[in-house]
């Protein structure tokens, strides 16, 4: 991109900036930005960086279109759309209400509360449609420990009398 040109705090400032990038992707766009200002060649960039060359044009161009927000914020990754997490915080409230209850007071065939029945239980008492991976992570944000249930029984080794002595 021929007559891309930081100014000498906007230089600076991306130079400060690469020394303490709190991610990989704002360290990537602050170095091709500095490269491109030194004059170094696109298709040496896109090749360095691993990226496509209208990737880089859309950096410089945000970053320029951008001069009076902050190097930090002119770098950093745009807004995305998506579905929003709506099990976060909701179901840490629901656990705990039922966590220290035997699950057989609400019907269930089961001592003690597996990932799985609290999803189910989440699903059918609350309507709440949450992953195992969900309910897993608000039991950790919880402190809770637990271990799964083992549903194989243990057997002893056929030569268990001889660890033991016998």
């Known amino acids: 991109m021929k007559g891309f040109v930081l100014s000498h705090s906007a230089r600076s400032q991306l130079q400060s900036f690469l020394r303490h ?48 927000v902050p190097i930090r914020e ?44 609290l999803q189910y239980y989440l699903r059918v008492v609350h309507h709440m449609d949450v992953s195992r991976k969900s309910v897993s992570r608000a039991i950790s944000r919880l402190g809770l420990r637990w271990k799964r249930p083992r549903y194989v029984l243990a057997n002893r080794s056929p030569t268990w009398r001889q660890a033991k002595g016998g």
């Open 74 to 117: 002119r770098l950093r990754d745009a807004p995305r759309s998506g579905r929003p997490p709506t099990a976060l915080g909701l179901v840490d409230e629901l656990l705990v209400q039922v966590i220290d209850k035997d699950p057989r007071e609400y019907g269930y065939g089961s001592t003690i509360w597996t990932c799985r029945l």
């Open 21 to 68: 990038a709190p991610s990989g992707r704002e360290c990537c766009r602050a170095q091709a930005l500095l490269w491109l200002h030194d004059g170094e060649p696109l298709r040496n960039i896109v090749a360095h960086l691993q990226v496509r060359r209208q990737t880089l044009y859309n950096w410089v161009h945000r970053f320029q279109a951008q001069e009076h």
